[in-house]
């Protein structure tokens, strides 16, 4: 466990230092799909890197943005979810970017964001709470893991299914779901 909290605290710093130094327009455009695996969006096509292979793109997987999307994040290696209109449609790269319909879900109304924690799982933010929906169970919400977000909070990020990232300040929070949220203060992180 310590080492997967190493390797966590390694990946969101360097992400947080990156995304302190970039400018916005090239943040909003990045994003990552599991250790080592970055997407990039340029024009209306996704395009994919791999760490493990000094970064160089792999055409194979080039990925066409639907018409209209609002937004495309990472649910892991080779799996997109897309918002179009408000509803999050899924796409598997190991099917040939094909959408699965039997998966789309129906975002709530008043949403602010949402983003993945990994496959089959979101979390949606509607006003100052995170609602966590579990794909296996219909896209049913588990109330039980619903999060209040922190005042003056700037950005929250998913680090898998239970773990949270909370910008607020200058400093990384992160929590754990597994025991009703408790904030692990010895992972506390500054951005300088």
Known sequence: M??????????ITAICCFSCSAQTAAMNNVFG??????????????KFYDGSNNWKEDTSLEFNLP?????????????????????????DGSNNWKEDASLEFNLPNGYKNVFGL????LAV???????????????????????NLP???????GLGVGHLAVIVGNKVKFYDGSNKWREDTSLEFNIN
């Open 2 to 11: 310590k080492i997967l909290k190493s390797v966590c605290l390694l990946f």
């Open 33 to 46: 799909l599991g250790v080592g695996h970055l997407a990039v969006i340029v024009g209306n096509k996704v």
């Open 67 to 91: 018409n209209g999307y609002k937004n495309v994040f990472g649910l892991g290696v080779g799996h997109l979810a897309v918002i179009v209109g408000n509803k999050v449609k899924f796409y």
């Open 118 to 121: 990994g496959i089959g799982h």
């Open 125 to 147: 933010i509607v006003d100052n709470k995170i609602k966590f929906y579990d794909g296996s169970s219909n896209w049913k919400e588990d109330t039980s893991l619903e999060f």
């Open 151 to 157: 005042n003056g909070y700037k950005n929250v990020f």
